[in-house]
């Protein structure tokens, strides 16, 4: 009956800054960009080259998010990658901080966390097969 995720939301204080940190830096490919007058508030659809897809949301004064210490709701948003040090490395060069590298205890793969430019923690996670 739930094959997929379809997507993920996600709002940000700063459409610009975060429209080009998720086409320029991490690559994600824009589908559709909309303005709603009505609520003051851009729309931007994004895929990744899998198809999974992304919706960046800007609305005016949004309240912040606590992350840490860590808040009820959604926790992270992990992407696979094939090797979890050439996405640091890459991700570095382009002046974003990166956590150490750990190995997950339970599955044995490599991951890492670094942040959207509203903190929002994102995670790189080795990939399964790879």
């Given at each position: 009956m739930?094959?997929?995720i379809h997507h993920v939301a996600i709002i940000c204080s700063d459409y610009d800054k975060s429209k080009q940190f998720?086409?320029?830096i991490l690559g994600l490919t824009v589908i559709a960009e909309n303005y709603r007058?009505?609520?003051k508030s851009y729309k931007l659809d994004l895929k990744l080259p899998n198809g999974d897809q992304l919706e960046l949301f800007s609305f005016p004064n949004?309240?912040?998010r606590p992350s840490s210490p860590e808040a009820l709701g959604l926790r992270h948003l992990a992407f696979n990658v094939a090797s979890v040090e050439d996405a640091?490395?890459?991700l570095i060069s382009k002046g974003i901080?990166?956590?150490n590298i750990r190995i997950d205890e339970f599955t044995g793969r490599k991951f890492t966390?670094?942040?959207d430019p509203d903190g929002l923690p994102?995670?790189?996670y080795e990939q399964v097969g790879m």
């Open positions: 739930f094959n997929s998720y086409t320029s007058e009505a609520r949004p309240p912040k640091c490395d890459y901080a990166v956590e966390f670094f942040n994102l995670e790189l």
